[in-house]
């Protein structure tokens, strides 16, 4: 192997990263699989000893066409759902991802060619059409679902709709205690705020996913030409996202990760741009909607902390803080004890799944180990302090840096949590790729990214 090539393979190694979470998700779903584990864990070692390389490549815009082309031949092949009662509208998602096949070869031989860019563009504009015609065709194909998401999301809508309070009901446990907790409303009110109208208006909460994909790709093009890349470069890497090898299995599933994918990118979105109180709202909602975004908050107001001022970094707590506790608030009021219990101390009771992809399954699955609650608190807040502590003592900390540390702040997390499945990879997949987006052009500076002023097509 030769010096470019090695040098090639270091400079793409973030994408080749996302690529092996492709492969692991098509072949587990985030299921327990020992080889995968090491793949992963391998992966994430070389992604933290690369990150500080400073390491110089021209970036081929081929890059995201290749990884666009096999994708979408993938998912032509197979899109991947578990629950089919409708097979017309299956084989209408391997159509229309066989069409994007073929837009993305063409796409592959002409994507330089200046003189083919207005068929580019309309190869883009039909292929984000016929990505948005699949989304609903996996929720037609897919109408009932089989999973613990899809029933208590659809049922949480139901009793907010009737005036109940979600979090003290009872729900459908369709695991009959497997698992050993009680079916309850254990998401927070941002995701039960987001989901509830789309189930009372289209009768499945799933339509809010579609409807918050189309929306992160949308911003995800905003932020690339923000970034300084060409209009096909910036239309590239949305579709790169949204032909993800499992993402109509992720919408099936109905796992809440793609809201939370969408508040993630209009907070970096807002903190490219300095605008960090917007970025303080973004904040919140996100911290209103999982509770693993601690880790996010923490540092975030670091980074902040230091490309602005204590008081910045002060103003951007507080309104974090208040645009969450709007979201909280009506809950709390309603019934306080039931709301901690359900979504927060009920949480933490949790035994460890012996069958999701986390070495802390691998350990309780092989040898009925358990964690200690201090151990695991100690091993998700060591990346989240050092996160810290780096992005303070560096001269110039950037979004770059930032990213880094939140990609291996969950990686860890997810790695020894007590459950982790699909869905948690997936939100690593799209942290890695907006990553990428950051890390390339840190490297090769605007003057390699100009803007083809002859293009003035939008998304």
């Given at each position: ?97 066989g069409i994007i096949f073929t837009g993305s070869i063409y ?159 209009i907070l970096f979105f807002f903190l490219n741009l300095k ?185």
């Amino acid at each position: 192997m030769n010096n470019s090539i090695k040098l090639n393979i270091k400079f793409y190694f973030p994408l080749i990263f996302f690529c092996l979470l492709a492969y692991s998700l098509r072949r587990t779903h985030g299921f327990i699989k020992t080889s995968h584990l090491i793949y992963l864990s391998t992966a994430l070692v070389v992604f933290t000893l690369l990150h500080f390389k400073n390491i110089k490549y021209s970036f081929n815009e081929k890059i995201t066409p290749i990884l666009t082309s096999i994708f979408s031949l993938i998912l032509s092949l197979k899109p991947d759902l578990f629950y089919p009662t409708n097979q017309y509208a299956l084989l209408g998602i391997q159509l229309c991802s066989g069409i994007i096949f073929t837009g993305s070869i063409y796409t592959l031989l002409f994507f330089s060619n200046i003189k083919k860019r207005l068929i580019l563009n309309r190869i883009f504009s039909i292929s984000f059409i016929l990505i948005a015609m699949s989304y609903i065709l996996t929720i037609v194909s897919s109408s009932n679902p089989i999973t613990d998401v899809f029933v208590v999301t659809m049922e949480g809508a139901d009793f907010l709709k009737q005036g109940l309070n979600p979090y003290i009901q009872s729900y459908t446990d369709i695991f009959k205690g497997r698992y050993g907790y009680v079916a309850g409303y254990v998401y927070w009110p941002g995701v039960l705020l987001s989901l509830s109208p789309f189930k009372w208006i289209f009768g499945d909460v799933r339509y809010s996913y579609i409807f918050f994909q189309l929306l992160t790709l949308l911003i995800l093009y905003r932020l690339s030409l923000k970034l300084g890349y060409s209009r096909l470069q910036a239309k590239s890497f949305p579709l790169l996202w949204s032909l993800f090898p499992v993402t109509f299995f992720v919408l099936e599933q109905t796992w809440t990760e793609n809201l939370i994918i969408l508040q993630l990118c209009i907070l970096f979105f807002f903190l490219n741009l300095k605008k960090f109180s917007y970025a303080a709202i973004a904040l919140g909602l996100l911290c209103a909607t999982k509770q693993y975004n601690i880790f996010l908050a923490i540092l975030s107001f670091f980074y902040v902390y230091k490309n602005s001022s204590l008081l910045g970094a002060a103003k951007y707590t507080l309104i974090a803080i208040t645009s969450s506790l709007l979201v909280f608030l009506p809950f709390l009021i309603w019934d306080y004890d039931s709301f901690l219990q359900t979504t927060l101390l009920d949480v933490l009771k949790y035994q460890p799944r012996g069958d999701s992809l986390s070495w802390y399954s691998w350990l309780f699955f092989h040898y009925k180990v358990k964690i200690p609650g201090y151990l695991t608190g100690i091993i998700y807040f060591t990346p989240t302090v050092l996160g810290a502590i780096y992005l303070m003592k560096k001269a110039h900390s950037s979004i770059t840096d930032l990213l880094f540390f939140i990609v291996i702040n969950y990686c860890i997390v997810f790695l020894f949590g007590k459950q982790a499945f699909c869905n948690y990879y997936y939100l690593i997949a799209f942290m890695i790729l907006l990553y990428s987006i950051f890390r390339f052009k840190d490297f090769l500076g605007t003057q390699n990214f100009k803007s083809d002023s002859t293009d003035i097509s939008g998304l």
